[in-house]
T-cell receptor, first 108, second 114 residues
Framework: KNEVEQSPQNLTAQEGEFITINCSYS?????LHWLQQHPGGGIVSLFM???GKKKHGRLIATINIQEKHSSLHITASHPRDSAVYIC??????????FGTGTLLAVQP | EPEVTQTPSHQVTQMGQEVILRCVPI?????FYWYRQILGQKVEFLVS????????KSEIFDDQFSVERPDGSNFTLKIRSTKLEDSAMYFC????????????FGSGTRLTVV
């Protein structure tokens, strides 16, 4: 069983839609990261969370430590949001354990 | 905004050859990492480095791999005798000291072993 599970694996949305990507994990963590990866490209850090909620522009990330669950929301989605969104958790050491990612395509 | 710089962006090598992947972490970061992503798969941890020594390594990081911080600014990953299955995107990352450090990733080196 993967330590970090994401859903859905693939998501297609129409421009303007509200998008939610979910992440569940089975290990103890000190922080959870949401990352963005464009095809063939590098990894960009969007959020690091240890509790509660963070917002940056149209992106919102929440975490429930008791339920071992986090969500990434995108409001008013746009085609430029199309990318792979990755959840990764950090435990007692500083290494990250990655989920398999959610491939998001936003159509105009 | 400070960046983690990786070179080269793409390297093609013959099986059995040695390769060195280079990274310049952010200057005030103290933790350094290498991760890899085989095409179509998730990102995997290889090794972390702190205070001039390896602090953790994965099962993937066997004797053919080594890391070095030769001059206080560069952080290198050496693969001694490359295999076809070493073909992947290799990401360097660094993080700040103390508290809950965030991560900054480099743009990656795509290694192709032929």
């Amino acid at each position: 069983k993967n330590e970090v599970e994401q859903s859905p694996q693939n998501l297609t949305a129409q421009e303007g839609e509200f998008i939610t990507i979910n992440c569940s994990y089975s290990v103890g963590i000190s922080a959870l990261h949401w990352l963005q990866q464009h095809p063939g490209g590098g990894i960009v850090s969007l959020f690091m969370l240890s509790s509660g909620k963070k917002k940056h522009g149209r992106l919102i990330a929440t975490i429930n430590i008791q339920e071992k669950h986090s969500s990434l929301h995108i409001t008013a989605s746009h085609p430029r949001d199309s990318a792979v969104y990755i959840c990764a958790v950090r435990g007692a050491t500083n290494k990250l354990i990655f989920g398999t990612g959610t491939l998001l395509a936003v159509q105009p | 905004e400070p960046e983690v710089t990786q070179t080269p962006s793409h390297q093609v090598t013959q099986m059995g050859q040695e390769v060195i992947l280079r990274c310049v972490p952010i200057s005030n970061h103290l933790y350094f990492y290498w991760y890899r992503q085989i095409l179509g798969q998730k990102v995997e941890f290889l090794v972390s480095f702190y205070n001039n020594e390896i602090s953790e390594k994965s099962e993937i990081f066997d004797d053919q791999f080594s890391v070095e911080r030769p001059d206080g600014s560069n952080f290198t990953l050496k693969i001694r005798s490359t295999k076809l299955e070493d073909s992947a995107m290799y990401f360097c990352a660094s993080s700040r000291p103390g508290g809950t450090p965030g991560y900054t990733f480099g743009s990656g080196t795509r290694l192709t072993v032929v």
